[in-house]
Structure formats: structure tokens, C-alpha cells
């Protein structure tokens, strides 16, 4: 079943299910993306490590990457993404990128000085400079950076924050969002709104019905793993995914572990980003297919072993896990790079070991 999706160039072909699970594939301008899909976060334009040919080649071969509204538009700023033509030139990917909003960024790394119903005046983490963010400013970002998938600017509190807080962040969201949706975008830019509500699952509910009214191209559930516990992350996804439009594509934005992935798969998920593989990459942390390996315990100083033995990446069939934790405590910049290329490896094929599972299992849709 394909349904053409509000944005020219874009169609969702859902193709099976297995309970809420889903297997489908997102039609771009730019290619094709089976899902389930874990996207690698590209922060600054770059996925930590990683050359955007690493990126594209198996084991990996990652159909769309992310990259981030707020950095970008701080350094290297919108006057070099105009001069290069956009994202996709400035970092050689000739796939999908799909930008988050700033939102997130704005709320929990900047000194924030005001937020009010038009929008966020906050202080760059860089310099101290003082910026003005709104849902139009934040649009006009997106369409300078020209990515294939924007996102509304949303507020997004802290999981732990009182009911009033919340329910501020869920009107000013909405309002937002039908902003950014009258906002000009750039040419074939689709554009997936954003379900807020913490851990309320009345208010999430509430929340989806209002910004499904707005036939976004796509819907994300925003707002979970930020300080609640899992419990409360897994009882919102349960209560609220599946709700979400079944002829669209919906996104967890931002989270998680492996664990976190299964079963926001089954509470019926279909995008994910998160920088866990690689930033626990970097720290040393490795996921395998035995539980994750702490590559500087001192076991390992003498393991002539891969990382796993399972796995297909250049790392495991070439370096020793002796070989990697040497790198480690040396601080060289390889251990970064082949750290990061199997844990990587890791996302991108439990995510498709999932998918294989729906599709061989699940029903078929025609």
C-alpha cells in the first residue's frame, strides 16, 4: 500500500505488519529508505569519525543521516551553507538528510534568556552570543541548510516537568507548528510535525490529535529520554505510536540503546536517531551481539579476539580487541574511527535484523 504523501516527490509504501510493527519503505526525491532506519547523526554536518563513502558502503550503507538546526546555523552559519549550496554539497552526501528543528538544542545546551509564545531568545554555547529562534527563523535554516525532511520547532521540557509547564510547551507547540507549516521551505522540503506531552499519556494523546489534523508529511513523538525513567518512556510509546497516522512515517526523535529500538519497533516506530553508537563509541563503549564490552577493562589488554565475532565490519574482521583498547588508552584518532564504523555497523543491522523479522513473519500488505 503507497500513499502519496502532502510534499511532491514523497510517498510512505507500508508493506508489512507484525502486530504494531512495521515494515515499509519512505520515498525520497534522493532515494529510497526501508523501514525500520536508524539515521547516524551528522551534528555538525559529519558524522563523528566517518567519511560520508564509509557512510554509504556496507556494512553500513546509511540511506539518510541527520544534521542539526541548531549547530549548524551557529558554525559554520547560514552565509557559508548560502555559498555552498546547501548541506548536501557543503558535506559530499548525495542521500536523504533530515534536519531537526533547534528545538531540543535551544532548551538544553544554550543559556536561555526568554521564551515566550513568538519564539526563544538564548545565548550561543560557543560564544555567549545573543540569538533570536522562532518557528520561522528555524524554517528558514532548514530550507538555507536544504534539507529532505525539516521539522517544526517545538518546545521541548524536561521529562520531569509539572503539568503546567507541560501544558505551555504543548500549546506553544502547536501554534508553532502550523507556523513553520505556512513558512516557506525550500523545493521538495517535506516536513513531519512533533507530539510533546512528557509523560502524560492523556495530553500525548491530545497533543497527536492536533498536530495529525495538520497533514504533516510525517509525525515524530518528541520529548522522551529526557530524564524520565524507562518505564515511563516504554508506557508512552505503547499508548501512543501505533495511534499515530498508519499511512505516514512515524519518528522516535533522539532515542535510544538497542533495547529501546526493539521495542519502539514494536510499539510501531519506524525512524530513529540517537548519538549513543557513536559518542559511546568514543568512550569506549562497544555494542555487540553478547552485550555491550567496555574496551578498557583490563581483560582485554591481552585479547587476541574481535569485538564480535558476528559482526561484518572492517573493525572485527580485522583488529583484535587487544589491538582496539591499546588505541584507547593511547588516544589515538583510529580507535575513534574503527570504534565508531562497528558500532554503527551494530544500529544499522539490528534495525534491518528487525525489519527481515516483520517481513518474513508478519502479514503483508497489498
Same mark, same amino acid.
Given at each position: 500500500?503507497?500513499?502519496?504523501?502532502?510534499?511532491?516527490?514523497? !510517498?510512505?509504501?507500508?508493506?508489512? &505488519?507484525?502486530?504494531?510493527?512495521r515494515a515499509g519503505i519512505l520515498h525520497t526525491p534522493r532515494g529510497s529508505i526501508e523501514t525500520p532506519v536508524f539515521m547516524p547523526v551528522g551534528t555538525q554536518g559529519t558524522v563523528k569519525a566517518m567519511t560520508a563513502d564509509e557512510l554509504r558502503a556496507p556494512p553500513i550503507d546509511a540511506k539518510i543521516i541527520l544534521g542539526n538546526t541548531y549547530h549548524l546555523y551557529l558554525r559554520p552559519g547560514l552565509e557559508v551553507m548560502e555559498l555552498v549550496g546547501g548541506l548536501h554539497k557543503f558535506a559530499a552526501w548525495d542521500r536523504p538528510i533530515l534536519t531537526d528543528s533547534g528545538g531540543f538544542q535551544v532548551?538544553?545546551?544554550?543559556?536561555?534568556?526568554?521564551? *515566550? *509564545?513568538?519564539?526563544? &531568545?538564548?545565548?550561543?554555547?560557543? *560564544?555567549?552570543?545573543? @540569538?533570536?529562534?522562532?518557528?520561522?527563523?528555524?524554517?528558514?535554516?532548514?530550507?538555507?541548510?536544504?534539507?529532505?525532511?525539516?521539522?517544526?520547532?517545538?518546545?521541548?521540557?524536561?521529562?520531569?516537568?509539572?503539568?503546567?509547564?507541560?501544558?505551555?510547551?504543548?500549546?506553544?507547540?502547536?501554534?508553532?507548528?502550523?507556523?513553520?507549516?505556512?513558512?516557506?521551505?525550500?523545493?521538495?522540503?517535506?516536513?513531519?510535525?512533533?507530539?510533546?506531552?512528557?509523560?502524560?499519556?492523556? %495530553?500525548?494523546?491530545?497533543?497527536? &490529535?492536533?498536530?495529525?489534523?495538520?497533514?504533516? *508529511?510525517? @509525525?515524530?513523538?518528541?520529548?522522551?529520554?529526557?530524564?524520565?525513567?524507562?518505564?515511563?518512556?516504554? %508506557?508512552?510509546?505503547?499508548?501512543?505510536?501505533?495511534?499515530?497516522?498508519?499511512?505516514?512515517?512515524?519518528?522516535?526523535?533522539?532515542?535510544?540503546?538497542?533495547?529501546?529500538? !526493539?521495542?519502539?519497533?514494536?510499539?510501531?516506530?519506524?525512524?530513529?536517531?540517537?548519538?549513543?553508537?557513536? %559518542?559511546?563509541?568514543?568512550?569506549?563503549?562497544?555494542?555487540?551481539?553478547?552485550?555491550?564490552?567496555?574496551? !578498557?577493562?583490563?581483560? @582485554?589488554?591481552?585479547?587476541?579476539?574481535?569485538?564480535?565475532?558476528? +559482526?561484518? +565490519?572492517?573493525? +572485527?574482521?580485522?583488529? !583484535?580487541?587487544?589491538?582496539?583498547?591499546?588505541?584507547?588508552?593511547?588516544?589515538?584518532?583510529?580507535?575513534?574511527?574503527?570504534?565508531?564504523?562497528?558500532?554503527?555497523?551494530?544500529?544499522?543491522?539490528?534495525?534491518?535484523?528487525? %525489519?527481515?523479522?516483520?517481513?518474513?513473519?508478519?502479514?503483508?500488505?497489498?
Amino acid at each position: 500500500m503507497i500513499t502519496q504523501l502532502p510534499t511532491a516527490g514523497f !510517498s510512505f509504501e507500508l508493506t508489512a &505488519t507484525l502486530g504494531h510493527a512495521r515494515a515499509g519503505i519512505l520515498h525520497t526525491p534522493r532515494g529510497s529508505i526501508e523501514t525500520p532506519v536508524f539515521m547516524p547523526v551528522g551534528t555538525q554536518g559529519t558524522v563523528k569519525a566517518m567519511t560520508a563513502d564509509e557512510l554509504r558502503a556496507p556494512p553500513i550503507d546509511a540511506k539518510i543521516i541527520l544534521g542539526n538546526t541548531y549547530h549548524l546555523y551557529l558554525r559554520p552559519g547560514l552565509e557559508v551553507m548560502e555559498l555552498v549550496g546547501g548541506l548536501h554539497k557543503f558535506a559530499a552526501w548525495d542521500r536523504p538528510i533530515l534536519t531537526d528543528s533547534g528545538g531540543f538544542q535551544v532548551f538544553s545546551l544554550a543559556g536561555i534568556n526568554e521564551i *515566550d *509564545d513568538d519564539g526563544v &531568545t538564548f545565548r550561543s554555547h560557543i *560564544d555567549g552570543s545573543k @540569538h533570536r529562534l522562532t518557528p520561522e527563523v528555524s524554517m528558514h535554516i532548514q530550507k538555507t541548510l536544504g534539507s529532505d525532511i525539516a521539522m517544526v520547532f517545538d518546545q521541548c521540557p524536561p521529562g520531569d516537568a509539572p503539568a503546567e509547564v507541560q501544558e505551555v510547551a504543548l500549546a506553544r507547540t502547536t501554534a508553532w507548528a502550523a507556523r513553520c507549516r505556512d513558512a516557506p521551505r525550500a523545493p521538495g522540503q517535506a516536513l513531519f510535525g512533533i507530539v510533546q506531552g512528557g509523560i502524560d499519556v492523556e %495530553r500525548r494523546l491530545r497533543h497527536a &490529535t492536533a498536530i495529525t489534523a495538520m497533514d504533516f *508529511d510525517g @509525525h515524530a513523538l518528541g520529548g522522551l529520554a529526557v530524564g524520565e525513567s524507562v518505564d515511563d518512556t516504554y %508506557r508512552v510509546l505503547d499508548a501512543v505510536a501505533h495511534t499515530l497516522p498508519a499511512e505516514k512515517p512515524r519518528y522516535l526523535m533522539g532515542v535510544g540503546t538497542p533495547a529501546d529500538l !526493539s521495542r519502539g519497533i514494536a510499539a510501531g516506530i519506524d525512524m530513529f536517531d540517537c548519538v549513543m553508537p557513536t %559518542r559511546n563509541a568514543r568512550n569506549g563503549y562497544l555494542f555487540t551481539s553478547e552485550g555491550r564490552v567496555n574496551i !578498557s577493562n583490563a581483560k @582485554h589488554r591481552t585479547d587476541t579476539a574481535p569485538v564480535d565475532a558476528a +559482526c561484518p +565490519c572492517h573493525t +572485527c574482521q580485522t583488529h !583484535s580487541r587487544a589491538y582496539l583498547r591499546h588505541l584507547f588508552q593511547a588516544k589515538e584518532i583510529l580507535y575513534a574511527r574503527l570504534a565508531t564504523l562497528h558500532n554503527l555497523t551494530f544500529y544499522a543491522r539490528h534495525v534491518r535484523a528487525i %525489519r527481515d523479522r516483520i517481513l518474513a513473519d508478519g502479514t503483508r500488505v497489498h
